[in-house]
């Protein structure tokens, strides 16, 4: 490893990791003392595998919009540019148990989606790259997988 980052995620050995995992990145403190907690929701191996783009922006506008129906504590979900997880960051909330089911029951939504939330020119830049097959096959590998999410090395 060379010298310390500022971005937290480029000091983690990518050549470590066991993905599907759900890691706790860092809790930063805000002036007033509320706290954001962001985790890393890693899906695909680093360097090995990764999310084809229309999959990944469907699961993008899937979970954005179904993660917010299990918890008021959600700032924002968005993809890894490397396309091979996700960031989630919440507010004044630090249960990790609570976070896997979170994501749990919004991967189990996306399974039931009939179609993709705000898959327009209106309301998306890039609305004719998705694909809710290749979300709901992300979602369910992921799934298939949970048991070692709290496994990251």
């Known amino acids: 490893m060379t010298k310390k980052m500022n971005v937290e995620s480029f000091n983690l ?26 985790y890393d929701i890693r899906i695909k191996q680093p360097n090995k595998a990764h999310m084809e783009m229309p999959g990944l922006h469907s699961l993008e506008h899937l979970m954005a ?50 179609e993709v939330p705000a898959c327009n020119e209106v309301q998306c830049g890039w609305a004719a790259n998705h694909s809710l097959l290749g979300a709901q096959e992300i979602a369910k590998e992921m799934l298939n997988e949970k048991a070692s999410w709290s496994e990251v090395f």
């Not at 995992?21 to 007033?32: C, F, I, P």
């Not at 924002?76 to 540019?81: A, C, F, L, R």
């Not at 960051?89 to 919004?106: A, C, F, G, P």
């Open 65 to 114: 919009e179904n993660i917010r129906n299990h918890s008021d504590a959600v700032l924002d979900i968005g993809p890894m540019g490397c396309q091979t997880g996700f960031y989630l960051s919440l507010i004044n909330h630090d249960d990790y148990d609570d976070v896997l089911t979170m994501i749990e029951k919004t991967l189990e939504d996306v399974l039931q989606a009939t």
């Open 13 to 38: 050995d990518h050549t470590k990791v066991k993905a599907p995992y759900v890691r706790l990145v860092g809790v930063t403190e805000g002036a007033n003392g509320d706290k954001v907690h962001k």
